[in-house]
């Protein structure tokens, strides 16, 4: 498993969450809607040993970032949308989000 550095003054605690996501394209994360809840970091963790995870940073379209087995993605300041994809029906997904 990879480590992840992020370094924030605004960081008191982070919300994690496990998903399923199928071979069709489904939402993992809503948009923020309070103008108050501002993410100062978010983490997809694709948990499965074996499938693929295609990470859509967006509301629409198809195509995003591929992560392997075992691999994650952080992104930090990001208020919209997450998507998924897997190549295999109910990957297991892990999402940590860190607000302000």
């Known amino acids: 498993m990879a480590n992840i550095a992020f370094s924030t003054p605004f960081t008191h605690s982070f919300t994690h969450t496990d ?3 199928g071979t069709s394209a489904s939402q993992i ?3 923020t809607t ?3 809840d501002k993410r100062v970091m978010l983490l997809v963790q694709n948990q499965s040993t ?3 995870l295609e990470v859509i940073f967006a ?3 198809a195509s995003g970032i591929i992560l392997m087995p075992n691999q994650s ?3 930090e300041n ?3 949308a997450v998507r ?3 190549s295999a029906a109910s990957t297991p997904v892990h999402i940590a989000v860190a607000l302000v």
Do not use: F, H, P, Q
């Open 59 to 61: 509301t629409t379209g």
């Open 29 to 31: 994360l809503a948009e």
């Open 50 to 52: 074996t499938a693929t």
């Open 78 to 80: 990001y208020n919209g």
């Open 84 to 86: 998924a994809i897997a």
């Open 73 to 75: 993605i952080s992104i």
């Open 34 to 36: 309070n103008s108050y």
């Open 19 to 21: 998903v399923t996501v």
